[in-house]
């Protein structure tokens, strides 16, 4: 069983690649790997898992009631599925979703993986990544924290259908790797979020690292790199527009 391979050239074929296996019974259902499109080219990025990290700018961490000073970093995942393509130069819409009254952008700068392995050091961290692309981790915040004050887990408040928008995939090569930069997002023309990367409080190759501790990390992993401050609502009808520098802007409609 090969564990620890690039993605290389068959992009596309990545569900196959890793582990061969004897021969299985046919399966009468056919299950479609979601996919990211890769700028420039004609491949697609296939999505394995989605993991996000919670509160890693300190002002975020402070309006969400915690003491970035004092916290490790932790995780969560969204399923593959949750994955709502944006493509630039266009306006996508969004559905707003069921069960909540409290809907919250979060906008994000998204790596994607091309290797993976386990306890990864942090000096090789970054040559696991394929690329960036711009993201929102869009959460049912009233669900969110009303779990929490049940202390129960808060999955539903970010774990639903296109609960992760995200921009075509830009590979390293084209863009390098993203240490500083503006991170942007408007509602409606008014901005929103304005923070820059660099204020990170762990920065996406100790992220990998640190994940790389608790799963093997493998081809086809996204990791939503944490949202600035003053996250909010938005409602059907609202446009939200995000940028982060380097990156095409990504535009998202709100629909009922």
């Known amino acids: 069983m090969q564990r620890r391979h690039a993605l290389g050239a068959a992009v596309t074929g990545l569900a196959a690649a890793g582990c061969a296996s ?16 890769i700028a420039g080219s004609q491949e697609v990025f296939p ?9 890693n700018y300190a002002a975020h961490a ?14 969560f995942q969204k399923p ?7 493509a630039p130069g266009k306006t996508t819409d969004h559905p707003y979703p069921t069960l909540t009254k409290n809907y919250h952008y979060e906008l994000e700068l ?7 392995g386990r ?19 869009m959460t049912r915040r009233d669900l969110q924290r009303g779990m ?20 075509p995939i830009h590979r390293v090569a084209q863009v390098g790797h ?37 799963f093997e990390l493998m081809p086809g992993d996204i990791i939503f790199s944490g949202t600035p401050e003053n996250v909010g609502p938005v409602l059907p009808g609202d446009l939200m527009e995000g940028s982060i520098a380097g990156l095409p802007p990504l535009s998202v409609r709100v629909t009922a």
């Open 178 to 214: 993203f240490t500083q930069g503006a991170i942007t997002l408007k509602v409606n023309g008014q901005v929103k979020q304005d923070a820059n990367l660099n204020q990170m409080i762990w920065n996406v190759a100790e992220q990998i690292a640190q994940l790389s501790q608790a």
């Open 110 to 116: 998204v790596a994607a993986l091309h290797k993976g």
């Open 148 to 167: 929490g004050d049940q202390k129960k887990p808060w999955e539903i408040g970010k774990s639903f259908d296109r609960s992760a928008p995200i921009g």
């Open 22 to 37: 004897t021969a299985a019974p046919a399966s009468p259902f056919t299950v479609a790997r979601p996919v990211v499109p």
């Open 62 to 75: 402070r309006e969400m009631g915690s003491d970035p000073t004092r916290e490790p970093p932790f995780f």
């Open 119 to 137: 306890n990864i050091a942090v000096d090789k961290a970054l040559d696991l990544v394929y690329g960036y692309a711009v993201g929102l981790d």
């Open 80 to 86: 593959s599925d949750a994955v709502q393509f944006v």
């Open 47 to 55: 999505v394995r898992r989605i993991y996000c990290i919670g509160r």
